[in-house]
């Protein structure tokens, strides 16, 4: 079993769409979560750390579930901006972080 | 946010040369940095983790002797692609975590593409 899952995707949604991605991961102690985004031939960018008691920036909100070792990340109102991939990161521990695969999104008009 | 630079974007070279990549914390002292190889379509791959002042630890299947990382201040680590062939070709960046900015985030340079002929 992967440290960190993510369903690969391709999610395609219309403009305006709501749509959520989750990720699993495997050592039950891990201590910290982070969503972050990566646009075609970029650095991956931090969108969001996730708090044990979920958190929300915007049309984004995050979710942490320790009891089912699992984090979400939800948006609303798609923009077409938002097309990327969403990479789930958890740190198990002593700033090793492990790298789900990533979740690719594309917004369509 | 914290800034972390690299240098150069994208190179261009020849086989069996040497290839060196920095990566510079700007606004933050960066006690741990972490590189990356990405090649297309694919997900982050990580090299090695390198603490200011230690030596690098390696992911296994990591060259150490053709991946030299110096982490030798706060604020700059290196990466030496040593003897570089077309296979060396991808997408490497660089992060790093540290004080002054957000416990345990990491922010990531804009990176490197080599690419070698």
């Known amino acids: 079993r992967k440290e960190v899952e993510q369903d690969p995707g391709p999610f395609n949604v219309p403009e305006g769409a709501t749509v959520a991605f989750n990720c699993t991961y495997s050592?039950?102690?891990?201590?910290?979560f982070f969503w972050y985004r990566q646009d075609c031939r970029k650095e991956p960018k931090l969108l969001m750390s996730?708090?044990?008691s979920g958190n929300e920036d915007g049309r984004f909100t995050a979710q942490l579930n320790r009891a089912s070792q699992y984090i979400s990340l939800l948006i609303r109102d798609s923009k077409l901006s938002d097309s990327a991939t969403y990479l789930c990161?958890?740190?198990?521990?002593?700033?090793?972080?492990?790298f789900g695969a990533g979740t690719r999104l594309t917004v369509k008009p | 946010g914290a800034v972390v630079s690299q240098h150069p974007s994208r190179v261009i070279c020849k086989s069996g040369t040497s290839v060196k990549i920095e990566c510079r914390s700007l606004?933050?002292?960066?006690?741990?940095m972490f590189w990356y190889r990405q090649f297309p379509k694919q997900s982050l791959m990580l090299m090695a983790t390198?603490?200011?002042?230690?030596?690098?630890?390696?992911e296994q299947g990591v060259e150490k002797d053709k991946f030299l990382i110096n982490h030798a201040s706060l604020t700059l680590s290196t990466l030496t692609v040593t003897s570089a062939h077309p296979e060396d070709s991808s997408f490497y960046i660089c992060?790093?975590?540290?004080?002054?900015?957000?416990?345990?985030?990491?922010?990531f340079g804009p990176g490197t593409r080599l690419l070698v002929l």
């Open positions: 050592n039950s102690a891990s201590q910290s």
């Open positions: 996730v708090y044990s």
């Open positions: 606004d933050f002292q960066a006690t741990t």
């Open positions: 990161v958890v740190n198990i521990g002593n700033n090793d972080m492990r």
């Open positions: 390198s603490n200011e002042g230690s030596k690098a630890t390696y």
């Open positions: 992060s790093a975590i540290g004080t002054g900015i957000p416990q345990e985030t990491q922010y």
